[in-house]
């Protein structure tokens, strides 16, 4: 079944520092995939996503994700965190068929920030 | 603000009833998502609208239907509610399917007492 996968429910980082939330997948081809970011009270945002091509993709806010076929990973990161960037982050996933809307959403990564 | 208007904010309604929640797009966009979001269950998605017609299904209960309407806005119905619908439902609109960039509105808080 297509899935994804976020090992971890809550991440705690300093101001300043660098970050990595993880996301597995499991489809039967290349998916695409998505990060989203919901801040309390809000709606999701893109941050970014990915179809195909060159394998780390740049979004905004300053993060990044890089798809590795070999782990079934599409990790976000960022180089240096800011106050603002605690939210909920979502990874999700849908299969590269035309046709195939379903995105399949990641249980959520809960990043707060201190200072 | 995304441009994805939805309403009502909050609803509070009783078991049993039926509501009707409403997804205005942003302007030239003619896919609309929605999703539900609880506690228990996370981020569902639960039906997709392209220029009118469904395009795409998920865990979407017997209970609920949607439709897209003419001028694009879309519409979910809930009806026979139970305590466990209460949830944040979002409404989400992109130009095309999924390849290209959703929207999301603030959602529609249910509450069902």
């Known amino acids: 079944a297509q899935s994804v996968t976020q090992p971890d429910i809550h991440i705690t980082v300093s101001e300043g520092a660098s970050l990595e939330l993880r996301c597995n997948y499991s489809y039967g081809a290349t998916p695409y995939l998505f990060w989203y970011v919901q801040s309390p009270g809000q709606g999701l945002q893109l941050l970014l996503k990915?179809?195909?091509?060159?394998?780390l993709v740049q979004g905004i806010k300053g993060f990044e994700a890089e798809f590795k076929r070999s782990q079934s990973s599409f990790n976000l990161r960022k180089p240096s965190v800011h106050w603002s960037d605690a939210a909920e982050y979502f990874c999700a996933g849908t299969g590269a068929n035309f046709g195939n809307e379903k995105l399949t959403f990641g249980t959520g990564t809960r990043l707060t920030i201190i200072p | 603000d995304s441009g994805v208007t939805q309403t009502p904010k909050h609803l509070i309604t009783a078991t049993g009833q039926r509501v009707t929640l409403r997804c205005s797009p942003r302007?030239?966009?003619?896919?609309v998502y929605w999703y539900q979001q609880s506690l228990d269950q996370g981020l569902q998605f639960l039906i997709q609208y392209y220029n009118g017609e469904e395009r795409a299904k998920g865990n979407i209960l017997e209970r609920f239907s949607a439709q897209q309407f003419p001028d694009l806005h879309s519409e979910l119905n809930l009806s026979s509610l139970e305590l466990g619908d209460s949830a944040l439902y979002f409404c989400?609109?992109?130009?095309?399917?999924?390849?290209?960039?959703?929207?999301f509105g603030q959602g529609t808080r249910l509450t069902v007492v």
């Open positions: 990915y179809f195909s091509g060159d394998t």
């Open positions: 302007s030239g966009d003619l896919s």
């Open positions: 989400a609109s992109s130009v095309g399917g999924v390849e290209t960039e959703a929207f």
